[in-house]
C-alpha cells in the first residue's frame, strides 16, 4: 500500500513537472514569435523609409569617384582605377558587375540598401548572444534608425557590405567562443578578411575584437585546439592587412590627400579646432560621435554606455565566475572608444561627425542594449511597455523629425540641370578649371560610362579630356580648401599661355556655405568676369585672370563679381 502511494505521488509529479515544462516551451515559443515579429517589423520599417531615399539626391562626389573605378572595361582596369583612390578594390569590382543591370541613381544606390538588412539581422542575432533576445532588440532599434545607418543605407559606399561582415563575424566569432566550433571561426575569419578588402577601417576593427579576443584566451575557457585555431586566423588576418599597406596604403601616408582629408575632418565639429588641448579636442569629438550616432544629448547617451559597459562587467562574471571574461565583455562597450580615441589623438585616423567613425556603431550598439538589460531581461508587461515608449521616445526626437523635415535642392534633377545648362553655354573645346568634387559628380551627369582620358599636370593639377571639353582641376578637393591667389605662380607655370585667358570657372555648391561666390572669390586672383550663369548654388563663370604683376590689379572684387 505504501509502495502504491509514494509510486501515485511519484507519478503525479512527474505529471505536474512535464505539465510545467510544457507551459514555459508554450511561453517561450510565444514569446519567440513575438521578438521576431518585432524584428520584422522594425527593419520593415527601415527599409521602406530607405527606399523613398533612395534617389532623394544626385550623385555625391564620392558616390561619383566609386562609379568612376567601376565603370571601367575590365577586371584589370577596374583594379588599376582602385589604386588612386583610399579604400581597397573589393567594393569597385562589386559594382563594376553591378552595372550590368543599369547605372541609374536609384539602382546604383540599391546594394547598399541590400547588404544593410542582412547586416541588421545578424546584429541582432550578435546581440542576442551577448544579451538575450529582449535586449538585443534596442540594438537593433538602434542600427536600423540611427541617421548614419540610414543615410550610409543609400548611397553609392562600401560601409554597409563591410557592417554585414562585422556582424557576421561577430555572430560566428561569439558562436566559436561558446561552443569551439572551427567552421563558426572559419567563417568570422572569412568575414573580416573581406571587410579588410571593403574598407581600411576594418583594421581598427580588428585590432578591437583580436584584444578582446586575447581577454577569453586569457581566461583559460577555450581549449589548446581552439586557442591554435584562433592563433592561425590572426596571423593570416595580419598578412592580409600588411599586404594592403605595403601594395596600397603606403602611398597616402603623410601625403597631400591625408593632409587635405584631416583639414575637412576636423572642421566637423562642434568645438574651435584652434582653441582647445588636444586632449580636449579628443573628448569633444568622442562626444560628436556619440551625438552623430545617437542623436540626442551626448553626456546621457555617453552616461548609458557606461552603464552598458558596467552591466556587462557584472553579466560576465555572473554567468562565467572568470574575471577575464567579465573584462572582456565589459570592455567590448569601452576599449573601441579608447582605440578611436587614441587614434584620433596621433592624427591617426578621425573621430567624430564622420561616416569613417561608423566602424565604431556595433560596439555601441551593444552597449545600448546592455544598458538596456536590467529592465528588458525578464518578460513583463510593464517592464516592455516601458522599453517601447524609451525607444518610441528616442525615434519621434531623432530619425522621425530628421526624416519628416529633410527638405533639399540638391536632388538629381537639380544635377541634370547643372550638366544641361553646362552643355547649352560652354562652346566644344573650351578649358574648364574646377574642383575634384565637382569634377567627379560633372564626369557622371556629362560623360557616364564612357571614358575620359587623364594627365597629371605639375603642381598636383590633373587635366581631363571629358567629351569636347578640355578640364583641369586645382591641387585641392574643394575650392575653399585652395588659396588660389597665393598659388597663381604654380597656376601660371602649369596652364602657361591659358593662364591669362578666357577660361569657364565651374563648380557645384553641394548646399555648402563654404562654396557661396563672396567667400570663394576672395582667395581668387584678380579677374575680370565675362559672362555668368547660375543655377541654384552652382556656377558657371567666364573669367580672364589677371596675373597679380599686371598694372590692372584694380578689377572687380568677389560681391561686385557676383552682382555682375
Known sequence: ????????????????????????????????????????????????????????????????????AARATNVADVMQASRIYTHPPLIFLFYHYWMILGDSEWLLRLPSLLFCVPALVFGFLWLKELLGPRPALVGLTFLTFSLPMIQLSIVVRGYTLMLMFFFVALYYQERFFRHESLPALVVSGLCLGLAMLTHY????????????????????????????????????????CVGLYLLHVRGFVNSQIQSELWDVWLN???????????????????????????????????????????????????????????????????????????????????????????????????????????????????????????????????????????????????????????KSTVPADSLIITDDSTRNVLEYYLMGREQTQMKPLEGGFMEYQMGDYRVITVPKFHFYLYDFKNEWEKYQQVLGEDATEPVWLTYIGFGNPRNTPQRLFRNFPPRKVLEKTNYLDNYIIKVVFIAPDSENKKLPDADTLIDQ
Not at 509514494?6 to 510544457?22: H, K, L, P, Y
Not at 583594421?203 to 586575447?214: E, K, M, S
Not at 550598439?365 to 508587461?381: E, I, N, Q, T
Open 1 to 68: 500500500m505504501g509502495k502504491t502511494t509514494v509510486a501515485s505521488a511519484s507519478i503525479e509529479t512527474e505529471a505536474q513537472n512535464d505539465e510545467t515544462r510544457g507551459s514555459d516551451s508554450s511561453q517561450e515559443t510565444s514569446v519567440s514569435v513575438v521578438i521576431w515579429l518585432s524584428v520584422l517589423v522594425i527593419i520593415l520599417v527601415g527599409i521602406v523609409i530607405r527606399v523613398n531615399l533612395l534617389d532623394l539626391l544626385f550623385l555625391g562626389y564620392d558616390e561619383a569617384m566609386h562609379f568612376q
Open 201 to 240: 577601417a576594418t583594421a581598427w576593427f580588428l585590432l578591437v575584437i583580436g584584444l578582446l579576443a586575447l581577454m577569453r584566451l586569457f581566461s583559460g575557457s577555450l581549449s589548446r585546439r581552439a586557442i591554435v585555431s584562433w592563433v592561425f586566423l590572426q596571423f593570416a588576418l595580419i598578412g592580409l
Open 268 to 422: 566637423y565639429s562642434s568645438a574651435d579646432q584652434t582653441k582647445l588641448r588636444p586632449a580636449a579636442l579628443t573628448l569633444i569629438h568622442t562626444a560628436d560621435y556619440i551625438k552623430y550616432v545617437a542623436g540626442v544629448n551626448p553626456i546621457l547617451m555617453g552616461c548609458l554606455l557606461l552603464v552598458g559597459a558596467f552591466v556587462l562587467l557584472l553579466k560576465g562574471y555572473r554567468e562565467s565566475a572568470s574575471k577575464w571574461i567579465a573584462i572582456e565583455r565589459s570592455m567590448t562597450v569601452l576599449l573601441p572608444m579608447i582605440i578611436a580615441a587614441f587614434l584620433f589623438n596621433y592624427r591617426i585616423y578621425p573621430l567624430g561627425y564622420t561616416r569613417h567613425s561608423i566602424w565604431l556603431i556595433p560596439f555601441t550598439a551593444a552597449g545600448f542594449s546592455a544598458a538596456a538589460y536590467p529592465l528588458l531581461r525578464c518578460p513583463g508587461v510593464f517592464r516592455s511597455a516601458c522599453g517601447i515608449f524609451l525607444l518610441g521616445f528616442w525615434f519621434y526626437l531623432y530619425p522621425y523629425q530628421v526624416v519628416r523635415s529633410l527638405e533639399t535642392t540638391q536632388t538629381p534633377a537639380m544635377a541634370r540641370e547643372v550638366a544641361s545648362l553646362l
